[in-house]
């Protein structure tokens, strides 16, 4: 470690809004905990109070200012750290940081930049810079013109044809972004980008292309390892923060992840990144061919997602390598025993669903698209995918018990609701599969990867089948309790139970599926339903599970929640 470091000071996201503040609270208290262990004064700038990392005890001295140059500059002035740490606050702290190096005031004080330098970060938020860095080691990035008017959008659109897609610079959560399919669109959507930033980016439009992020770290050793890979269930087009994410991805080959992974570490080493990144890739799903979307030289969304998917404390790991340490002196804090110089192997599936909150707001477009607007999101985890994204639709808080056997929806024109996606996107899918159409039309119309239709065809056959025994509840009425015991005990009942109990379906869904809503209240279905597979001895695999976790002791609750 640097031994002259005593004080830090640590840049937090900021109010709280939509892509920012709440999602970054995990990464910027873990940097403070990583700084406490070495004995380091921690200074926190962060005015949003409902976070963790301004609780009492978190940092050691916390200023309730805006994550501005100004304020910051005064602070430092006062507090006189010897470093600072950037990439722990989101975009905000990022673009305080460069905006404090380029007036000069870190130099003024003395303050170092730890990990990540700032000319690294400057060369992955400014486009014209990050093509040309990434142009020097021959890696593919998306085709863009930087402009800062709106006749050099227009010259740009022209020159690159349409459809193209608008980003602000600088911005988080796809801040005024959007999709133009003709030049009318596109100086509407030129003038609300602007509004965002002084460059926008005018890019070709890849909608369809797979997204895939992986999560990689460097230390100041050049050593790098990638923590995890995702990937976007909705194809590019979509906000990831829009987005059902999946980790690890599903759908690569082989060839193509490792490919991506090699090009990750390239391009994380040449831009001379120290610390934890995310890199974003459009994947051709026809071929092997990609885009580099973006770099993002901070801790992300997708960070904190990481790290509680795997179990490998990211933004800890982060913090210890900018105070100068190598990843082979680390230990993961999580399962006290690996190297933090070692990739996570997961066995297990996690499936990351966003929360919208659209309908408290009058007026406001349920489109989803390349701009945020999501407010939250939960994680799942489960043995296979299926169970995972029904425990995930269960805990979105819209009302909904899994993927099927959820109240009605009422939707006009499934064909547009598929093909423009809104919030009820997941559930406009089941509904699709349900009245008849095919995996092969729900992919023309989503561009939905057919492995993941395929395992939402899956949830929906299972829940037919068990509609095939809703005879229970006629048997129920009639109390025949040896007629009901002996169909109980049919092999084909049991394996059915099973195997909807496998795949994620809860004892609520199972109970609606077989018609108990008629003879019972729902209540009480789910808990009959319990009480039958206890009978049968369709229960989690105890055992099983405690052989493991006296095995695997830090993956204990993963593995515990997985057969939940």
């Known amino acids: 470690m640097k031994k002259k470091i005593k004080k830090v000071l640590l840049l937090g996201s900021g109010a709280l809004k939509i892509g920012q503040a709440g999602e970054f609270d995990y990464s910027g208290a873990q940097a403070l905990k990583a700084l406490k262990e070495e004995g380091i004064h921690s200074v926190l700038i962060n005015p949003n109070i409902a976070t963790v990392q301004t609780s009492q005890g978190v940092a050691d001295t916390v200023y309730f200012q805006p994550v501005r140059s100004d304020f910051v500059e005064r602070v430092i002035e006062k507090e006189r750290p010897d470093g600072i740490l950037l990439s722990f606050g989101g975009q905000t702290a990022l673009n305080c940081g460069v905006e404090l190096y380029e007036k000069g005031v870190l130099e003024k004080y003395g303050v170092e930049v730890l990990g990540t330098p700032v000319q690294a970060i400057i060369d992955t938020e400014d486009r014209d810079l990050f093509v040309k860095r990434l142009d020097e080691i021959g890696v593919k990035t998306i085709k863009s013109h930087a402009c800062s008017t709106v006749e050099e959008v227009k010259a740009a659109a022209s020159e690159l044809g349409f459809p193209v897609i608008l980003r602000a610079a600088y911005a988080l959560g796809g801040l005024g972004s959007g999709f133009c399919d003709n030049e009318e669109e596109l100086i509407i959507q030129a003038e609300e980008t602007f509004s965002f930033s002084p460059q926008v980016l005018v890019e070709k439009s890849l909608k369809g292309w797979k997204e895939i992020e992986y999560e990689v770290v460097r230390d100041c050793y050049d050593n790098c ?41 390239k391009i994380i080493r040449h831009i001379g990144i120290v610390g934890e990144c995310n890199v974003q890739y ?44 190598g990843l082979f002196e680390l230990k993961n804090t999580v399962t006290k025993t690996t190297s933090a110089f070692f990739e996570p192997a997961l066995d297990y599936v996690v499936v990351k669903i966003p929360r919208w909150d ?39 808080g819209q009302g909904m018990h899994g993927f099927v056997e959820n109240h009605e929806i009422q939707i006009k024109n499934i064909a547009t609701a598929l093909h423009e996606p809104t919030d ?95 003879v019972m209240s729902m209540e009480k279905a789910g808990l009959q339903v319990r009480s039958w597979r206890k009978e049968l001895g369709i229960m989690p695999i105890v055992n099983q599970i405690d052989t493991l976790a006296a095995e695997y002791p830090a993956q204990t609750n993963y593995l515990y929640m997985s057969y939940l």
């Open 225 to 265: 390892i990638t923590v995890c890979n995702m990937e976007n269930l909705d194809p590019l087009g979509i906000h990831t923060g829009e987005s059902i994410v999946v980790a690890p991805s599903q759908t690569l080959t082989n060839s193509e992840y490792h490919k991506l992974r090699a090009l990750a570490i």
């Open 424 to 518: 009820m996107r997941v559930f406009v899918v089941s509904k699709a599969l349900k009245i008849g159409y095919s995996i092969d039309q729900i992919h023309q119309l989503t561009m939905i990867d057919r492995w993941f239709l395929q395992k939402f065809s899956h949830i929906v056959s299972i829940d037919q089948k068990l509609k095939e025994f809703s005879i229970i509840s006629e048997l129920i009425s009639t109390i025949d309790k040896m007629e009901l015991q002996e169909f109980l005990e049919e092999p084909e009942f049991v394996n059915t139970l099973h195997e909807a109990k496998k795949y994620g379906f809860s004892d609520f869904q199972i109970g609606r599926a077989l018609g108990l809503e008629s």
């Open 282 to 325: 459009a994947l051709d799903p026809q071929s092997e061919d990609y885009r580099v979307i973006e770099v993002n030289a901070r801790l992300s969304r997708s960070s904190a997602l990481a790290s509680k998917a795997t179990g490998y404390p990211l933004a800890f790991v982060a913090a210890k390598l900018g105070l100068g340490y």
């Open 358 to 396: 659209l309908t408290k707001f009058h007026g406001v477009k349920r489109e989803l698209g390349s701009s945020m607007k999501s407010v939250g999101e939960v994680m799942a985890i489960g043995r296979t995918f299926e169970e995972a994204l029904q425990k995930g639709l269960r805990m979105i």
